[in-house]
């Protein structure tokens, strides 16, 4: 069974803060995902990495970084959150044949 | 412009009946597609997925047919249960598999009635 995990189901943060976000998988897969799921919008990507250290910008790349240190682990960085950053995040690593496993999600709220 | 469409926000279907979920696609490129399942407070849990080498695929009471031609795709759930009410995402990847990541429609909410 793929198994990733969050850090955090639910967090709360002051617009202005650094914000981590950190996913762990346990499959060895290359492929990791950060996507942002707001209510009518449906899952929208942010940025994904293929390998270690590598990475690249999804569709909605602004105001995020990530982190690809070591193979496990994806972390999602929001350098100063902003209030139209509260949403769901959800991390999910990909199978060798396509499907892409998800997380529990973290519902960040920014005040 | 959206991509992958999921036209129906929501959808009612009695217990013991036929649930059909419908998605839409406008990107020629797209040649894998996945349905998640989603509920509150949870990440999507993946459901079937089909390549575009074939036009249906089964798994248990979960059928996803792909009309390529007609660049539409559809999910049968037979029979429906109450534990399949939940939010419904289609989703699609071009060449690579996934790789640069999917493309996901807005949902559709299952209620099943019982």
């Known amino acids: 069974d793929v198994k990733v995990t969050q850090s955090s189901r639910y967090l709360v943060k002051r617009t202005g803060e650094k914000v981590f976000l950190e996913c762990v998988q346990d499959m060895d897969h290359e492929n990791m995902f950060w996507y942002r799921q707001d209510p009518g919008l449906g899952l929208r990507l942010i940025y994904f990495?293929?390998?270690?250290?590598?990475?690249e910008k999804g569709d909605i790349p602004e105001g995020y970084s990530v982190s690809r240190e070591k193979k496990e682990r994806f972390s999602l960085i929001l350098e100063s959150a902003s209030t139209n950053q509260t949403s769901m995040y959800l991390c999910?690593?990909?199978?060798?044949?396509?499907?892409?496993?998800f997380g529990p999600g973290t519902r960040l709220t920014v005040t | 412009d959206q991509q992958v469409k999921q036209n129906s926000p929501s959808l009612s279907v009695q217990e013991g009946r036929i649930s059909i979920l419908n998605c839409d696609y406008t990107?020629?490129?797209?040649?894998?597609f996945l349905w998640y399942k989603k509920y509150p407070a949870e990440g999507p849990t993946f459901l079937i997925s089909i390549s575009s080498i074939k036009d249906k695929n089964e798994d248990g009471r979960f059928t996803v047919f792909l009309n390529k031609s007609a660049k539409h795709l559809s999910l049968h759930i037979v029979p429906s249960q109450p534990g399949d009410s939940a939010v419904y995402f289609c989703?699609?990847?071009?060449?690579?598999?996934?790789?640069?990541?999917?493309?996901f429609g807005k949902g559709t909410h299952l209620i099943i009635q019982p």
């Open positions: 989703a699609a990847s071009a060449a690579g598999g996934g790789a640069d990541g999917l493309t």
């Open positions: 990107n020629s490129m797209f040649d894998y």
């Open positions: 990495s293929y390998d270690v250290k590598m990475k």
């Open positions: 999910a690593s990909r199978t060798n044949t396509g499907e892409q496993y």
